[in-house]
């Protein structure tokens, strides 16, 4: 059963830091780019960043460029997003999703989200 799983969401004070984890199964992570989008509370869903499948090709929001950081590990299934200097904005609900391709385009799977409050 294909799952993408995310991990690492919480309530962080503006400035600090987060690392997101996305851990697949049921699938060949290799083979897949892995995006994160977020929702905040009453806005569109937007993409964040994404990673193709060797980790050599990364993209990212202008809103967090300089700021995220995403990361792959395909020995552990799992891709992360690093993010620093977390601002109000930044919160939402963030989900990891899985390109139909080895590039970021098209993505077919989501996962459940996790929450991410920044407040002070």
């Known amino acids: 059963q294909l799952q993408l799983v995310e991990s690492g969401g919480g309530l962080v004070q503006p400035g600090g830091s987060l690392r997101l984890s996305c851990a697949a199964s049921?699938?060949?992570?290799?083979?897949?780019?892995i995006g994160w989008f977020r929702q905040a509370p009453g806005k569109e869903r937007e993409g964040v960043s994404c990673?193709?499948?060797?980790?050599?090709?990364?993209n990212y929001a202008d809103s967090v460029k300089g700021r995220f950081t995403i990361s792959r590990d395909n020995a552990k299934n799992t891709v992360y997003l690093q993010m620093n200097s977390l601002k109000p904005e930044d919160t939402a609900v963030y989900y990891c999703?899985?390109?139909?391709?080895?590039?970021?385009?098209?993505?077919?799977?989501w996962g459940q989200g996790t929450q991410v409050i920044v407040s002070s």
């Open positions: 990673i193709s499948s060797s980790g050599y090709s990364t």
């Open positions: 999703v899985r390109s139909k391709f080895s590039v970021c385009g098209t993505f077919d799977y």
């Open positions: 049921g699938f060949t992570l290799d083979n897949y780019a």
